[in-house]
């Protein structure tokens, strides 16, 4: 993830490809994972989450090596496209596992770590990516910001990456034993018609999160561009600028839930959303080197524990039979901003610079914190009888199942 989020802007222009045509690029793996919502639904009900998190895997990285093959661009676009089914499938998966495998206590502090660990780990991928086409040009005998260099680069990233997929069959093990987590039909505890009935606000919550990643998609899409464009950086420094941007973005994902057992996830976002906000301002009218570096590591370091923390409010605020159908309309939600925010901001760009573009995102930001304001009170909303509820005596077994 962390070469392809540091190189993949400079290939496509290296290729050929304007602004908004990147922005097409990055939007049609989104819009393909929104395509086939329902089927990977389907198929993720009949495989079970420990092989729909390998497929998913597999299948991402396959495609992703198509694209960055000397084809012709609408294939690429097709195989981007392509890979959103993959990222759906391992998103369920993922979610739903680590919902299942932790409490309300704890749910926050591993939802920070897991993302954390991996933020930490694209810290040393865009480290490494940033000197890539400089090695890359050396054994090739080409231009170090040639379309071969960036490509012999992420191929080589992307081909590592479905060669690993396989080390998740031995990481998420078959559950064993009384303490095991069961591999369970998620379906069975879903029924839609009633949950939408009783509990509004809890879906309300995916307004917000739709809204946060809008705004991020804009910033994580061009950021690279901006960072050579408008602050005349190379690659090697672009490089270890988004390495140190995720980076600290670990360090928020560690750090956030200790603040928000402290003064309380909605105050701890509401903040954070405010401060977002104020610092994308600010980013539209960056110029200076240091100035724009130092905004850009800023934002890239709250904003995944900000997302993180997000989540795990989401679940602590659902029960068990809503993490499902909560998990879908959560990842429906944060399919659309790196749908349409790549669409949106790549026009914007064109059309008027990335002043327009980053003032764009810090609006966003402000209205996840209106409508977040908006959906809190609906959770308070009394939930209604279903009709179909058990009668008393049964409600204990139902519960322990």
């Known amino acids: 993830m962390s070469f392809s989020t540091t190189l993949i802007n400079f290939y496509l222009d290296a290729r050929g490809l304007d602004k908004a045509a990147i922005g097409v690029f990055h939007a049609t793996s989104q819009l393909g994972g929104l395509v086939v919502l329902l ?35 609408p294939i690429m676009l097709l195989a981007e496209g392509a890979s959103g089914v993959g990222s759906v499938l391992y998103g369920f998966a993922s979610v739903s596992l680590l919902a299942d495998a932790t409490t309300t206590r704890n749910r ?13 780990l694209m810290f040393v991928g865009s480290v490494i990516a940033g000197v890539g086409p400089e090695f890359a040009a050396w054994v090739l005998r080409v231009e170090a910001q040639s379309a071969e260099s960036y490509r012999a680069v992420l191929l080589a990233a992307f081909v590592l990456r479905l060669l690993t997929t396989g080390a998740l069959l031995r990481l998420v093990q078959v559950a064993k034993g009384d303490q095991a987590l069961p591999e369970v039909n998620p379906m069975r505890y879903v029924n839609v018609r009633e949950l ?39 690659d090697a420094v672009v490089g ?13 994902a560690l750090t956030m839930p200790i603040a928000a ?17 104020l610092v994308l301002g600010a980013l539209s009218q960056a110029s200076a080197p240091l100035w724009g570096i130092g905004l850009v590591l800023t934002f890239a370091a709250f904003f995944q524990g900000t997302a993180a923390l997000y989540r795990a409010l989401a679940v ?3 029960r068990r039979e809503e993490y499902f159908i909560l998990s879908t309309a959560m990842a429906a939600a944060g399919n659309v901003g790196p749908t349409f925010g790549p669409l949106i901001g790549g026009w914007v760009l064109a059309q008027h610079g990335f002043s327009a573009l980053f003032m764009l995102a810090s609006g966003l ?35 322990r199942e």
Do not use: C
């Open 261 to 277: 057992r402290r003064w309380g996830e909605a105050n701890v976002l509401r903040a954070m959303m405010v401060f977002g906000a």
């Open 108 to 120: 926050a502090g591993v939802f920070g770590v897991v993302d954390g660990l991996r933020t930490l």
């Open 240 to 252: 270890s600028v988004v390495g140190g941007g995720t980076l600290l973005g670990a360090l928020g």
């Open 196 to 234: 939408l009935a009783q509990r509004p606000g809890i879906y309300a919550l995916a307004v917000p999160f739709a809204a946060l990643w809008l705004a991020e998609s804009l910033f994580i899409t061009f950021v690279t561009l901006f960072l050579r464009e408008r602050l005349h950086l190379g």
């Open 39 to 73: 089927p990977a639904l389907l198929l993720f009900r009949w495989m079970g989450r420990r092989r729909a998190l390998v497929f998913g895997a597999a299948w991402a990285a396959l495609m992703r090596i198509i694209t960055v093959l000397p084809v012709p661009v």
């Open 316 to 318: 602590n605020l659902a």
């Open 365 to 399: 930001m402000f209205a996840a914190l209106l409508t977040f304001g908006l959906a809190l009170p609906l959770l308070r909303l009394p939930a209604l009888l279903s009709r179909s509820a058990p009668p008393p005596a049964q409600r204990p077994q139902t519960l």
